[in-house]
């Protein structure tokens, strides 16, 4: 076989990576021309022959429901096909043109809220998914979530159940939890990286310097302690991302669903606010206008009639009174002097702009 063909037919274009655990390459289907494919070579932890085929049955059934999972998802990359070849094993994954999320967490560059909340809702859902088919990623990481360069949708790649089936070997653990070292895996050891990934990007931490975060911690409850009073987030999400991350799984959130609906309430409340705020400012617009017209044409008549001393004093009465805080009583003078003469446009502004300011 050429050595530059793996099962005779994927043409090798760049080598992508060469670790321990295997080697990753860039390829090209001779049967599809100008469709580049990723392929992934694993090394298996044994050499023993019981243990190989034990091995190959367990390679054989995670492949497959991945395989079936990123046909049914367009968020979940794609795995093409897998076979075996002088005793390796290897698996052609769908090439995905885009940048990992390590371009959009950079050091001393913290993303904001508005930022944050939207990326963990995407890639929540995409678990969402996972999760139901009774799969773990076991890998959340800014290199395995890639922002597809054509739709700018996020995708979740190198799920790590194909690797652990094989390799028995664990890396990243500065985004594991403590279930995940000790091999007791759970849904929400992956909701625990992602709340990681997460608290890295509002602190502007890229990848490389995570491990500060697990250094950081509360010598008493063994809790992440990231959330300095300098820092300004949403309180909500910060308490949203510390039960993500909480040492103790059974007090983590179970379920990408239950993580889902916090943030969603948490957006919902923004969305309420900022409903209230345009309804106060429209209000108030409407006021200042309405005041303006009322007290242009108030003014258009008042200007041909004389005003008389009771008029004159109430209404300076009421200008006292407002200038001492005193809004009700200013409020009350300015109606007497309406009463006495419905046209006084300076008593009708006043009394319309005490209005607006107690809206």
């Not at 950079?106 to 929540?124: F, H, R, T």
């Not at 995409?126 to 700018?152: C, F, T, W």
């Not at 931490?205 to 509360?218: D, G, M, T, V, Y």
């Not at 957006?267 to 007290?295: E, F, M, P, Y």
Request: aromatic share 8%; proline share 4%.
């Amino acid at each position: 076989m050429d050595s530059h063909f793996l099962d005779g037919r994927y043409r090798i274009l760049k080598v992508l990576n060469d670790g321990e655990k295997g080697k990753t390459y860039l390829v090209e289907d001779v049967n599809l021309p100008g469709s580049p494919f990723v392929v992934k070579q694993l090394y298996p932890h044994s050499s023993n022959p019981q243990t190989l085929i034990i091995l190959r049955r367990l390679f054989a059934s995670k492949t497959a429901t991945l395989e079936k999972l990123g046909q049914e998802h367009d968020q979940i990359q794609k795995l093409i096909a897998y076979f075996e070849e002088n005793e390796k094993l290897y698996i052609v994954q769908e090439f995905i043109p885009g940048n990992p999320l390590t371009n959009e967490i950079i050091q001393g560059q913290p993303l904001s809220d508005d930022q944050v909340i939207p990326l963990l809702s995407e890639i929540l859902e995409i678990l969402r998914i996972v999760h139901s088919y009774g799969m773990i990623h076991q890998d959340i990481k800014p290199a395995n979530i890639i922002r597809r360069e054509s739709d700018k949708k996020l995708l979740l790649v190198d799920f790590a159940i194909v690797n652990e089936a094989i390799t028995k070997t664990l890396d990243n653990l500065e985004y594991m939890p403590r279930e995940q070292v000790n091999g007791n895996l759970k849904y929400n050891s992956d909701i625990y990286a992602l709340g990681i990934v997460a608290i890295a990007a509002l602190l502007g931490l890229p990848a490389k310097e995570i491990s500060q975060l697990q250094s950081q911690k509360n010598k008493l409850t063994g809790e992440i302690v990231w959330h300095h009073k300098n820092l300004k987030i949403n309180r909500k999400l910060a308490k949203v991302l510390n039960r993500m991350v909480r040492f103790d799984y059974r007090k983590r959130y179970q379920y990408a669903t239950e993580v889902l609906d916090d943030l969603k309430n948490i957006t919902n409340v923004d969305r309420d606010q900022q409903k209230q705020h345009h309804k106060k400012l429209l209000l108030i617009l409407a006021g200042v206008a309405g005041c303006i017209t009322l007290g242009v044409g108030a003014w258009f008549l008042h200007s041909l009639k004389p005003v008389s001393d009771a008029q004159q004093q109430l209404y300076q009465e009421g200008v006292n009174k407002y200038d001492a805080g005193n809004y009700e009583g200013a409020v009350e003078d300015f109606n007497q002097v309406i009463e006495l003469d419905p046209h006084n446009a300076l008593a009708y502004n006043r009394r319309c702009l005490l209005s607006i300011r107690r809206l």
